[in-house]
């Protein structure tokens, strides 16, 4: 079976643009949650989709948004770049509640 | 605030011997938890989880222990191999899995050969 793929693996953008992440969970996997992880950090949770609904949302500005879609791909925007965006994003899927998460390998955004 | 806490940013082991990664949590609500290793330029990988009504589990050279009253766990990893060189992070939620994960910052293992 497939594991959680991410793309693009490497980006870099510079202030003031934006960016879209995706992430295409194992299949048969209904949730998808979005974690960033920054140098000495642990995984910071961004938010989670389960079934196309916003399940819950981390403490992260209005910047970082993100959606589901019927297929339970799920994508990442993060408008008006910041350097401090600078980050390993991570997306993990689960089937349903109580399930173990698996992670995918991430994509690690520059911001210049 | 942070709720899961490493205290040791690193831990250098011998290979053979055992390895102690400790996790600290100060949330009463969590009753679930699970330990992530991860290696360079890949995701978290799962590798073992253990729930309140229980105080080990094991799986293979893993074995995880709660000590709920002192909110405690430890991961043991015996006998320790180079490839278990990596970072590996403590994470906690509730059994509904309707909160999110909160994952502490991590502990980096070395395993000398």
């Known amino acids: 079976k497939a594991g959680v793929t991410q793309t693009p693996r490497y980006l870099i953008k510079t202030r003031g643009q934006q960016v879209t992440l995706s992430c295409s969970p194992i299949?048969?996997?209904?949730?998808v949650s979005w974690y960033q992880q920054t140098p000495g950090q642990g995984l910071q949770f961004l938010f989670e989709?389960?079934?196309?609904?916003?399940?819950n949302k981390g403490n992260f500005p209005g910047r970082f948004s993100g959606r589901q879609f019927s297929n339970s791909r799920s994508e990442m925007n993060v408008s008006t770049l910041e350097l401090g965006d600078s980050a390993l994003y991570l997306c993990?899927?689960?089937?349903?509640?109580?399930?173990?998460?698996?992670f995918g390998p991430g994509t690690r955004l520059l911001v210049l | 605030d942070q709720q899961v806490k490493q205290n040791s940013p690193s831990l250098s082991v011998q290979e053979g011997r055992i390895s102690i990664l400790n996790c600290d949590y100060t949330?009463?609500?969590?009753?679930?938890f699970l330990w992530y290793k991860k290696y360079p330029a890949e995701g978290p990988t799962f590798l073992i989880s253990?729930?309140?009504?229980?105080d080990k589990n094991e799986d293979g050279r893993f074995t995880v222990f709660l000590n709920k009253s002192a909110k405690h766990l430890s991961l043991h990893i015996v006998p320790s191999q180079p490839g278990d060189s990596a970072v590996y992070f403590c994470?906690?939620?509730?059994?509904?899995?309707?909160?999110?994960?909160?994952f502490g910052k991590g502990t980096r293992l070395s395993v000398i050969a």
């Open positions: 993990a899927s689960r089937k349903r509640e109580r399930e173990t998460q698996y």
């Open positions: 299949s048969g996997h209904r949730s």
């Open positions: 989709y389960f079934s196309e609904t916003q399940r």
């Open positions: 949330n009463s609500m969590f009753d679930y």
């Open positions: 253990i729930s309140s009504i229980k």
């Open positions: 994470a906690a939620s509730d059994l509904s899995g309707n909160t999110p994960l909160v």
